[in-house]
């Protein structure tokens, strides 16, 4: 969607739409070590850099405010929307030598406030890397919670960090009530929401395929159904709103081909170490670890009954 950009004024702050005579000041904050730590990207070299941003947000479908106090022109910081497809995204980065004083809770608490009501979103979703507890803090100051978490890698960076998903729905934002915020209200509590997505794999024998992914996989037995059984379900992860979960079912009398494809399993960082516990646990590996072009590294293994799994870490 294409976001429309007005400004925003709040009691110490005053927001105005992104412009490229901003780059001069937003310069000093992505040039800042600091205040780049958690970035996607490296510190900007020169201020070509900052005005090429610039110019790509503005080319873009979301909107963007740069923030300044007041009676102060020059930018301490800048929030933004993404305009991205799926859950509307959020960020932000304010200049260190302003950190400590509330001002970015100050500037996205506006921006949420108008996403929901001006924009008319049902929702907003940060990105925050595990490692940055003052923005986590923020998040939690301002109603979101945490929905889940993935490992990232970014190019500039040696190491793969865990990117925490912190959402916030407008029925969870005080606002006053109006027709308009009934609707979003409405929206924001779909009756047909998706959860999780799992896999049901039929095999010709449902006990043997459960104990063979925990036994050798490392998996937990969640249920056996029947007595042979029938259908069974296994999971891998530290909450039960995240992870592997994968059900089995007993195969027709007779069959014995298997379904093309397979599973992706994305994993933490060492993929390699996982890949060495599942040999000595005398797993099939199909295929050793390697790095692939996509930024992913990868190994993969056939199962007791020979479906694919591909696991999969940014590398």
Not at 25 to 33: D, Q, V, W
Not at 107 to 124: C, E, P, W
Not at 126 to 137: E, G, T
Request: charged fraction near 25%; proline fraction near 8%.
């Amino acid at each position: 969607m294409v976001y429309r950009r007005e400004p925003i004024e709040t009691d110490r702050l005053v927001q105005r739409s992104l412009a490229m005579d901003d780059a001069p000041s937003l310069h000093s904050e992505f040039t800042h070590p600091e205040a780049m730590r958690f970035w996607h990207m490296p510190p900007h070299a020169d201020l070509s850099e900052t005005q090429a941003m610039i110019a790509r947000e503005l080319a873009g479908d979301g909107c963007a405010w740069t923030v300044s106090r007041r009676g102060d022109p020059d930018a301490i910081g800048l929030v933004y929307y993404l305009g991205n497809p799926g859950p509307p995204g959020l960020g932000y980065i304010l200049h260190p030598a302003h950190w400590g004083q509330g001002y970015m809770t100050e500037a996205v608490r506006a921006a949420v406030n108008y996403g929901f009501t001006i924009l008319g979103l049902d929702r907003v979703e940060l990105w925050i890397d595990a490692d940055n507890v003052a923005s986590r803090r923020l998040a939690s100051r301002l109603g979101f919670t945490s929905r889940g978490r993935f490992s990232q890698k970014f190019p500039h960076r040696a190491n793969v960090h865990e990117t925490f998903v912190y959402g916030l729905h407008v029925s969870e934002w005080p606002q006053p009530q109006s027709e308009q915020t009934d609707q979003l209200l409405r929206r924001a509590a779909p009756a047909n929401r998706f959860y999780r997505l799992e896999p049901v794999l039929p095999v010709p024998d449902v006990r043997t395929a459960a104990e063979y992914y925990r036994d050798r996989l490392g998996f937990t037995i969640d249920y056996l159904y029947g007595d042979p059984p029938t259908h069974a379900s296994v999971s891998r992860g530290e909450w039960t709103t995240e992870g592997a979960r994968i059900q089995f079912s007993r195969a027709a009398e007779g069959r014995t081909a298997l379904p093309d494809g397979a599973l992706y399993v994305f994993v933490g960082p060492d993929i390699d170490g996982l890949c060495e516990q599942y040999r000595a646990q005398g797993v099939h590996i199909e295929s050793e670890p390697a790095t692939y072009p996509w930024g992913m590294r990868e190994f993969h293994i056939r199962d007791c009954h020979g479906y694919l799994i591909r696991f999969g870490a940014p590398a």
